[in-house]
């Protein structure tokens, strides 16, 4: 069986958590960075990969949706679906994996009283790979609108719409593509 594990790593001028996976999904200047992925073929877990915006829709992913045994699995799915069905798919031509073959790690962590976060579940089961917390850091600031005058300290109005290049932008993501050079935790072991 074919099982494609997943993370996407979006931004926007919208706040997540103020107005939920739903309308942030929808808001025309959300958009995904990356996304991760890494599929498990019959136990056999591959390589870990990355997809950025540019790059040709994954095969991975048009192979899972054209075999109707695959399952696809992400942690807090109800995130990642609305990504990918909002973004991915209209603007990026992923394919749309039927919402039958979706399985959301993170309720299964939850069904066990494990914690919500992905980091709180995998200390809950002694997993020793965890989040880096300054990769989190890292993630986080890529993910939000800088502002003008930020790298300096100056006080300005916030700037809607797709990150700047600017040159902390710039180290922060060079940082990022440095700390993730290594496989992150596989998921497996908490669903």
């Given at each position: 069986?074919?099982?494609?594990?997943?993370?996407?790593?979006?931004?926007?001028?919208?706040?997540?958590?103020?107005?939920?996976?739903?309308?942030?999904?929808?808001?025309?200047?959300?958009?995904?960075?990356?996304?991760?992925?890494?599929?498990?073929?019959?136990?056999?877990?591959?390589?870990?990969?990355?997809?950025?915006?540019?790059?040709?829709?994954?095969?991975?992913?048009?192979?899972?949706?054209?075999?109707?045994?695959?399952?696809?699995?992400?942690?807090?799915?109800?995130?990642?679906?609305q990504i990918q069905e909002q973004i991915l798919t209209p603007r990026y031509s992923f394919p749309t994996i039927p919402i039958a073959r979706r399985r959301c790690v993170q309720a299964a962590a939850l069904s066990r009283a494990l914690p919500a976060s992905l980091d709180g579940a995998?200390?809950?089961?002694?997993?020793?790979?965890?989040?880096?917390?300054?990769?989190?850091?890292?993630?986080?600031?890529?993910?939000?609108?800088?502002?003008?005058?930020?790298?300096?300290?100056?006080?300005?109005?916030?700037?809607?719409?797709?990150?700047?290049?600017?040159?902390?932008?710039?180290?922060?993501?060079?940082?990022?593509?440095?700390?993730?050079?290594?496989?992150?935790?596989?998921?497996?072991?908490?669903?």
């Open positions: 069986m074919r099982v494609l594990y997943f993370d996407t790593e979006t931004y926007s001028a919208i706040d997540l958590v103020k107005v939920g996976a739903y309308l942030y999904s929808r808001h025309e200047i959300t958009d995904v960075r990356l996304v991760t992925y890494c599929l498990v073929i019959d136990g056999v877990r591959g390589t870990i990969k990355v997809w950025r915006q540019g790059d040709p829709v994954p095969q991975e992913f048009i192979d899972v949706a054209n075999d109707p045994s695959a399952l696809v699995k992400t942690y807090n799915d109800a995130f990642d679906r995998a200390g809950a089961l002694g997993i020793p790979v965890r989040k880096d917390p300054k990769g989190i850091a890292m993630m986080k600031r890529l993910s939000k609108p800088r502002t003008s005058g930020q790298e300096t300290g100056e006080k300005c109005r916030r700037i809607e719409g797709k990150p700047h290049a600017t040159p902390v932008i710039r180290l922060v993501w060079a940082r990022f593509r440095q700390r993730t050079s290594s496989p992150p935790s596989d998921p497996a072991g908490i669903d």
